[in-house]
């Protein structure tokens, strides 16, 4: 049974602008609707290691082991300035030919993926987060976990969706205008900067 206290949490969560929700309204103004997709794709799909990690119990070894901690963190911050450093230098970053070529969506899909998969604090949000929900009565706990895992992500790639979406919707107001265009990116690459130097200076 999944109860409201449940379904109003993880609505509240996924709603909260963070690098998923940066990168996929970037990939809707700048890249239109299929790049939007793919970037909500993307991140909903890289969240599944984490959900994986959270019911197996892996992501114990996280919190337990530093080492394996500071390392995923790093490669995640890192990843994350990396993002900041092409999207404020390359005057194209931030743009999608809408010809069909399946490799810019993969792409998209791909980066957006890396994004969420580099971020060892999901894990550990993931293992704190769904046992709050587990039913004390309940017969078979990791069935559970697998049902409230598949009610986040349908959740998280459902909102992404429409942030992308929405976020198209008003590119005609802005694509047609250098000025807002250079400062949406470097909006968005500062924000991929303050993002990496807060998982950089995370701790357990």
Not at 77 to 98: C, H, Q, S
Not at 99 to 115: D, H, T, Y
Request: one cysteine or more; a positive charge.
């Amino acid at each position: 049974m999944v109860s409201n206290e449940f379904l109003l949490t993880t609505l509240l969560v996924v709603l909260m602008p963070g690098t998923g929700v940066i990168y996929t309204v970037s990939n809707g103004l700048f890249g239109g609707r299929r790049s939007a997709l793919a970037a909500a794709l993307g991140c909903t799909a890289g969240i599944i290691p984490h959900l994986l990690a959270s019911i197996s119990g892996l992501s114990l070894l996280l919190h337990t082991s530093a080492l394996a901690f500071q390392t995923i963190k790093i490669i995640g911050a890192g990843y994350l300035l990396y993002m900041a450093w092409v999207m404020w230098r390359d005057p194209n970053a931030l743009k999608f030919e809408n010809s069909g070529k399946e490799q810019g969506v993969w792409r998209v899909a791909v980066r957006a993926m890396l994004i969420n998969i580099l971020n060892p604090k999901l894990s550990l949000f993931f293992l704190a987060f769904l046992p709050l929900f587990i039913s004390a009565e309940e017969t078979s706990p990791t069935a559970q976990m697998f049902v409230l895992s598949g009610i986040f992500m349908g959740l998280t790639l459902c909102i992404f969706a429409l942030y992308g979406l929405f976020a198209h919707s008003v590119r005609s107001y802005v694509i047609n205008s250098p000025n807002i265009i250079k400062m949406l990116q470097r909006s968005f690459a500062f924000a991929f900067a303050m993002f990496g130097v807060r998982l950089a200076m995370a701790e357990r």
